[in-house]
């Protein structure tokens, strides 16, 4: 059974909580592309204290994504009218990251995994001074794990780590 997931850099200065519906939702996209990496950006919102991004759904690889086996490229094909209708007509989530899947792979971030959030980081027309960057990885049918990382404009790439105890979160 898939649980929710929340992570934090050890300064506490930096979260994110996954419900276990939108990590169901991620691994389901990993079963149904199993042999190639594949992925999706996540949208949300920042708790009160501005210190935790609450992911609410996730997006899947939008049609004109490259998914290889050791490779994916995120298209955009259909998001900005996903996000402007999350944004406009629901309860204003906006992007927040990107998820991906390495196939019967650990989920450590590659070299261009990281080139990749330091650029959605430093776009200023992402809006957003941090990008989350969650990685799901092993084999999405029996056994996998996950990972997760924040890109800081002024600090650079922190790894949250799961399972860190934060009694002062709030939404």
Request: with cysteine; glycine share 8%; proline share 5%.
């Amino acid at each position: 059974m898939i649980q929710n997931y929340e992570a934090w850099s050890p300064c506490g200065r930096y979260g994110v909580r996954i419900s276990a519906q939108v990590l169901q939702k991620a691994i389901t996209f990993c079963k149904n592309n199993c042999a190639f990496e594949t992925g999706g950006i996540m949208v949300g919102y920042y708790n009160r204290r501005q210190n935790c991004a609450i992911v609410t759904d996730c997006s899947g690889p939008p049609r004109d994504s490259t998914c290889k086996r050791t490779f994916f490229r995120r298209g955009i094909k259909g998001l900005q009218q996903w996000i402007n209708s999350l944004w406009y007509v629901k309860e204003r989530r906006y992007y927040l990251g990107e998820w991906h899947f390495h196939p019967f792979a650990k989920p450590n971030p590659s070299s261009t995994d990281i080139c990749q959030i330091k650029s959605n980081a430093e776009d200023r027309s992402y809006k957003s001074p941090e990008v989350i960057m969650f990685i799901i990885g092993g084999d999405p049918k029996t056994k996998w794990s996950c990972s997760s990382f924040v890109y800081s404009r002024q600090v650079g790439l922190i790894e949250l780590v799961k399972g860190w105890e934060r009694n002062s979160f709030k939404n």
